[in-house]
């Protein structure tokens, strides 16, 4: 008989066990820079009044264990039941005001993240548009499968006010009302292939203007709007997305007719408070090359309406050495993405404040 590989669910340690021939379990635990790695994940975000806290995250595509990503990590590490614990423990532990979340299934979305709504939680789900490819063979045959990757916004009903949602492609967008200020979110998975720069422009570019024109039919005043733009960009912040988004738009490139002209005054949160920008992505190594390390998760936002407070580490020196020597993921495996973002301060938008953002 073939052995059989088992993962206990449910204990704030995890154990993988390995079922023998004979029938005994003998017990693999995680290493110790494994469990420092999830403890550090896990570390809260909490927000106090007139406060909120947004977090960005990547969770990965839940078939990845029918993918050859990673053979260095055990099945039982790969597959969703495990990865689906640590997704859990990850989202309790950080205890976020909002999540904009990448990758979800609009399949089973339901029943995967229920377990939110006791936590205080409503979501802006993703756009199941399967039935409209359902008959395509050819794009499942090209892998481009629809009700997969999707993206979603995780927001506790008890601090905000659902007002607006909009899908468009490759993002989710709403605005939730919180201490009498709209705030709008966008929540984005823009398109991956390295080639489809013009591409991830028109996906943000549109995006844009349904804020704006949301904006404009609520004869609200754009200046007096907070928005958050916030995702996996699938570029770093050399790329048209991020200098569209931080308004770089220098008439000497080459594509400046391309980059988007928004007018939103966004900022990126973590470009001016390190002096090299975080990785928040571990590429996975494929042969003869090394594990790379790469900032491509971002988080912009409007200065003049939201001021920050306290700003996530992507990843501290521990996390990237460890990340490093063990392989990405390591043993605590629930994504390739490290979670990032920050508390923000809503009230007295108008006033000066100078002082810098804790980095937690």
């Given amino acids: ?54 977090v960005s995250f990547n969770m990965l595509l839940k078939g990845f264990d029918q993918k050859p990503y990673y053979p260095s990590i055990p099945s039982t590490l790969r597959a969703w039941p495990w990865r689906k614990q640590q997704l859990e423990e990850l989202i309790r532990g950080v205890d976020a005001d909002v999540y904009c979340m990448q990758e979800v299934e609009c399949s089973s979305f339901v029943e995967e993240f229920k377990f939110l709504a006791p936590a205080g939680y409503s979501a802006v789900p993703p756009k199941d548009d399967s039935k409209v490819y359902s008959e395509d063979t050819l794009l499942r045959a090209q892998g481009k499968i629809p009700e997969l990757a999707k993206c979603a916004i995780f927001f506790k009903t008890e601090k905000f006010e659902h007002i607006w949602q909009e899908h468009r492609s490759r993002v989710v967008l709403c605005a939730l009302k919180c201490y009498d200020q709209v705030i709008y979110f966008a929540s984005c998975h823009l398109e991956g292939a390295p080639s489809e720069g ?50 770089k738009r220098d008439k000497d490139d080459k594509d400046f007719e391309e980059l988007v002209d928004h007018g939103f005054g966004l900022a990126d949160l973590y470009s001016e408070r390190f002096e090299a920008r975080p990785p928040t992505f571990g590429a996975p190594p494929t042969r003869g090359t090394e594990t790379k390390l790469r900032a491509i998760d971002f988080m912009f936002y409007t200065p003049r309406a939201l001021r920050p407070v306290a700003i996530r580490a992507p990843f501290t020196p521990e996390q990237q050495q460890a990340t490093i020597e063990h392989s990405i993921p390591a043993q605590w495996h629930f ?21 810098d953002a804790a980095i937690v």
């Fill in 1 to 54: 008989m073939d052995a059989r590989n088992l993962v206990v669910l449910g204990l704030p340690l995890v154990s993988c066990f390995t079922i023998a021939d004979a029938g005994v379990a003998k017990p693999l635990p995680l290493s110790k820079e494994a469990e420092m790695l999830a403890k550090l994940m896990q570390r809260p975000l909490k927000s106090s009044a007139q406060q909120m806290s947004v």
């Fill in 335 to 355: 994504s390739d993405h490290v979670p990032l973002g920050g508390i923000f301060e809503l009230t007295d938008l108008a006033k000066d404040h100078p002082e």
């Fill in 198 to 247: 013009k591409t991830r422009l028109t996906q943000l570019r549109n995006a844009l203007q349904s804020i704006q024109k949301d904006q404009k039919q609520r004869g609200l005043d754009p200046t007096t709007c907070a928005v958050i733009f916030a995702g996996d960009f699938n570029e770093d912040d050399s790329g048209p997305v991020v200098r569209s988004l931080a308004s």
